[in-house]
Every structure is written in structure tokens, then in C-alpha cells.
């Protein structure tokens, strides 16, 4: 594994918050909004200051194999903080997938202890994070700390729903992990939902009960 040399520009916005006098800078991002089944998943990651940082991508851009390698090389790193917190399909229904997608990062963030002191998160702000912190646009692909939080909260949902591919077989959790494929919507049409699946989603809801749905919404 490679690392990224100082200057390299996926640590530029690191240096800037260094450099106004933040030590414990984290990256936050997601992994699982779109998906219709399975949960939401949030990663923070803090590299200590000093340390050597590997190479990073925005997990989106780089295959399954490389991703396991890249979070392998992310939680080497000596005296790394890191957390990694999931929202269930049932909540993500009872509190739409927005709010789910937003406590998962608060309680990923909290996980990382009262040291961290500024935030730098992937997409849009969140609100009432528990620390400063700054939205950064595409952060996953500017920011080695959001590329690294984008890791790990991948590589743990794509694990999670392998493993309930054993446990409700016939959907092909392992392969599409539970993003509406044309072999899923085929197996939703044939199987009917889950528990794991996220009724409030437009396809799935249109194959849940009337009652089932009054139940919901």
C-alpha cells in the first residue's frame, strides 16, 4: 500500500484546519442511502496528526477487492480513531431515510470520543452534529479523511448484507446489496418484502398491504 506524500491535495483541506489551529481533525460520509433494503451506515475516521496516511479513493470509484485492502491499510494506521454505526430499514422507515442517514452520523461521530474537535463531512451539512464541522461537496474525492470514513462504511454494509444473504436467500443480497437491480425488483415481485427491506420506498411499498401500509404511514 502507497500513502499519500504531505502535500498531496487530499489532504489540503486537513492542512487548512490545521493550520487554524484544529489537531483532531475527523471525515464522515455514508453508505447505503439509495438501496431498498438493508440499513443506512455511517463512517468517521481521525487520522492522528503526523501520521502517515495511505492511499485513498472515494470507495465508489474502486472495486470490492480494493476496498477491503484500502480499510485494511486505514485501520493500520497507528493510533487511528474510527467508528462505524448503522440505522435499520424499520427506522429509516418510521423516520424517513434523511433523518436515519443523519443519526447514524451523529453516533458515528460520538463514537470517536471528546478529543475530535472539527468535522468534515461528505455531501450536505447535517444538523446538530455534536462538533464543528464543514460539508464539503464531492468530499469523498477532496478529503483522504471522508474517502477513508466512505471505506470503511462500505466495506461494512457490503459485508452486512452478504451475511443476510444467508439469512433470507432467493433476493441476491450479495450480489446487488440490496439496490434496486432489475434482479432484485424480479425477486421483490416474486418473493414479496422482508424485514429487511425499506417499505417506504416506492418500490417495495407498492407490494406492501394496504393494512401494512396504514400501518406505516
Known sequence: MNFLPEDHELLSLERMLRAEGFVFIAGVDEAGRG???GPVVAGAVCFPPGSRIPEVFDSKQVDEATRREMRAAILAVPGVRWAVREVSAADIDRMNILRATDRAMREAVLALGEEIEFLLVDG?????LPRPSRAVVKGD?????????SILAKVYRDE???RADTEFPGYGFAEHKGYGTKQHLEALR???PCSLHRRSFAPVRELVSPTEQGELF
Open 160 to 162: 452486512w448484507m452478504v
Open 124 to 128: 450536505r451539512p447535517v444538523p446538530h
Open 35 to 37: 438501496p431498498l433494503a
Open 190 to 192: 416474486r418473493l414479496g
Open 141 to 149: 474525492a477532496r478529503s483522504a479523511s471522508i474517502a477513508a470514513a
